[in-house]
Structure formats: C-alpha cells, structure tokens
C-alpha cells in the first residue's frame, strides 16, 4: 500500500493532459512518465505488464513510466478518459522529453526519486457523489494547461497533487482479472499487436499473414486472442484502420476516399458503413462534427 505522505515532498511536473474519446478502443503503449487515467464513461480491461484489470467509470488508474500496458474498450458506449502525463518531480532533463509511445524506443534512465509507486498499479473507486468534482477540478485544470498565464506553473502543480491525493484517497485493492507475464500465449498477442502497429494499413492484412509474421497458426492465434482479450482479431484489426482512420480525417490533409484507400478498406461504401458501425456516425459528420467541436470543452458525466 502507498501511503499518501509520500506525496507530501513531491513537485511535480505536467507533460500533457487530454480528454479522449472514441467509440471503441484498442491499443498498445509504453509511456515516458506516469500516466493518470480517469475514466468518465465507459469500461475496458487494462492490461499492465501482462496484468488485467477490468475497469469502469469512476475508476481511476496511475501506471508508472515504461510499463507496457494494452486497452481493450468494447462496450456499447463511448468510452471517455481523462488523461494526465506527469513526472513527480520537475527537473529541467526530464523537461525536455518529447511525449511519445515509447515502445521499440531507447528508455531514458529514470531519477531514483521519480519511483514514488514503486512500480505500483493504483486502482481507485471514486464514490459516485464526488465523481462531479473529479471531473471538474480535471477540466478547470485542462484548460489552465492549454493557455499561457501567469501562475500556470503554481496551478498544474497543485492541480495534479491535488488529483493524486484523490486518488489514493480512495484506492481500491483489486483482484487482477488474470495474470499473464510468463504466459507464452501473451507474449504472442503482444507481438501480434506490435505487427499490427507497424504494419502497412492500406495492405491486405489477415489473420493468415499476421499469425505467420509472428510464426504461429492462424487457428491458435484468433483462439488466444479471443481467449484473452475477448475480441476476435478480426475485430481487433478492424478497430485499428478505424481508429488511424479517425487520425487521418483529424489530421486534414486528407479526404474521406483517401482516408478509406489508406486504412485498406475495398470500396468508400465498406469504409462508410463500417466507420458508422463503429463510431455512430458517417466519416463525413465525424470530419464536420469535429471541425465544430474543435475548441469546445465537452463535459463527460456518467
């Protein structure tokens, strides 16, 4: 257990903060510092080194600096986060690191003072009658972190120990759903998914062509992935071109028939209906939507 004192001495620094939210969701990240997730609506399993955890809204989740962890969101609803990058400590070298997904990357070393988890998972339950305030207090804090004004520095800082206290305040011991560092079932998944990262998505990719990338059959690779992370890989792949589709689209440099060439989908009409599917709406309101939305702040309460 962490005790809360040791938040006392802290001073931390906030590389970057973000409100995500997608239909569905699915990914693959090693972090540079610690990340701080609360989740507004929705549930996914985290997978923190080969641990899952099954988490909802209300649950918050701290994970420390290059801890591969896997997101698994399937649920019907949206599934929103509150995202908070941070360093316990300012320092002026670690300042200087770019946000980024750190895997296959050179780690830099992290400060021993830095280790304030411990290597530790914290899992927090916030009662359902503070979760307002949560939500809140991240929102006044996300907009002082995207302007410039005197005292924003004071502000971040206590802002984030602020949300850490909160945290362990109400953490939660939590049975993992499973366990599988050692398992070489999961070791497989993640090089199917780090396949997939890097693979070319406006080419053919099938179960086929993936499991035989990582040197497994196709039958035993669909098998362990629904076993374990109980989507079919199909579907896994299938959110992937979505969500990079999404990227393509937010980033306007792009149309919607470019964005459907460059995802591997065989016609604009299959990229439609599929995006709808998913997203709940057509890939031309996403791109309107978004354009309107850009600089709103939206609130999301369960």
Same mark, same amino acid.
């Given at each position: #257990?962490?005790?809360?004192?040791?938040?006392?001495?802290?001073?931390?620094?906030?590389?970057?903060?973000?409100?995500?939210?997608?239909?569905?969701?699915? @990914?693959?990240?090693?972090?540079?510092?610690?990340?701080? /997730?609360?989740?507004?609506?929705?549930?996914?399993?985290?997978?923190?080194? @080969?641990?899952?955890?099954? %988490?909802?809204?209300? &649950?918050?989740?701290?994970?420390?600096?290059?801890?591969?962890?896997?997101?698994?969101? &399937?649920? !019907?609803?949206?599934?929103?986060?509150?995202? !908070?990058?941070?360093?316990?400590?300012?320092?002026?070298?670690?300042? @200087?690191?770019?946000?980024? &997904? #750190?895997?296959?990357?050179?780690?830099?070393?992290?400060?021993?003072?830095?280790?304030?988890?411990?290597?530790?998972?914290?899992?927090?339950?916030?009662?359902?009658?503070?979760?307002?305030?949560?939500?809140?207090?991240?929102?006044? %804090?996300?907009?002082?972190?995207?302007?410039?004004?005197?005292?924003?520095?004071?502000? #971040?800082?206590? @802002?984030?120990?602020?949300?850490?206290?909160?945290?362990?305040?109400?953490?939660?011991?939590?049975?993992?759903?499973?366990?599988?560092?050692?398992?070489?079932?999961?070791?497989?998944?993640?090089?199917?998914?780090?396949?997939?990262?890097?693979?070319?998505?406006?080419?053919?990719?099938?179960?086929?062509?993936?499991?035989?990338?990582?040197?497994?059959? *196709?039958?035993? %690779? /669909?098998?362990?992935?629904?076993?374990?992370?109980?989507?079919?890989?199909?579907?896994?792949?299938?959110?992937?071109?979505?969500?990079? *589709?999404?990227?393509? %689209?937010?980033?306007?440099?792009?149309?919607?028939?470019? *964005? *459907?060439?460059?995802?591997?989908?065989?016609?604009?009409?299959?990229?439609?209906?599929?995006?709808?599917?998913? #997203?709940?709406?057509?890939?031309?309101?996403?791109? &309107?939507?978004?354009?309107?939305?850009?600089?709103?702040?939206?609130?999301?309460?369960?």
């Amino acid at each position: #257990m962490i005790d809360i004192s040791r938040l006392s001495p802290i001073d931390p620094y906030v590389r970057m903060m973000k409100l995500q939210k997608e239909a569905s969701f699915s @990914g693959k990240w090693e972090d540079i510092d610690n990340v701080f /997730t609360y989740i507004a609506v929705g549930n996914a399993d985290f997978i923190v080194n @080969g641990i899952s955890y099954h %988490l909802h809204a209300g &649950n918050i989740i701290i994970i420390p600096p290059y801890m591969t962890h896997v997101i698994i969101s &399937n649920s !019907m609803e949206p599934f929103v986060q509150y995202l !908070m990058h941070f360093d316990f400590y300012e320092c002026p070298e670690r300042k @200087g690191l770019v946000h980024k &997904n #750190m895997l296959e990357e050179q780690q830099p070393v992290i400060p021993e003072r830095e280790c304030v988890l411990d290597d530790n998972v914290i899992i927090s339950e916030i009662p359902e009658a503070e979760r307002n305030q949560i939500v809140l207090r991240y929102l006044n %804090l996300l907009q002082e972190f995207n302007e410039e004004r005197p005292g924003k520095e004071l502000i #971040m800082k206590a @802002g984030c120990i602020e949300l850490l206290v909160n945290a362990l305040r109400n953490r939660i011991e939590v049975k993992e759903k499973s366990s599988r560092k050692k398992s070489k079932s999961w070791i497989h998944i993640e090089n199917a998914m780090e396949y997939i990262m890097n693979a070319d998505l406006s080419e053919d990719l099938t179960n086929e062509s993936i499991a035989g990338a990582i040197g497994v059959s *196709a039958n035993y %690779l /669909t098998s362990i992935f629904q076993m374990y992370l109980g989507i079919p890989l199909h579907k896994y792949i299938v959110n992937v071109r979505i969500e990079h *589709a999404q990227q393509l %689209l937010l980033s306007g440099k792009v149309n919607v028939t470019e *964005a *459907a060439d460059l995802t591997g989908f065989s016609s604009i009409h299959v990229f439609s209906k599929t995006f709808k599917s998913i #997203m709940g709406i057509s890939p031309s309101q996403f791109m &309107n939507e978004t354009v309107t939305k850009k600089k709103e702040v939206n609130f999301y309460v369960d």
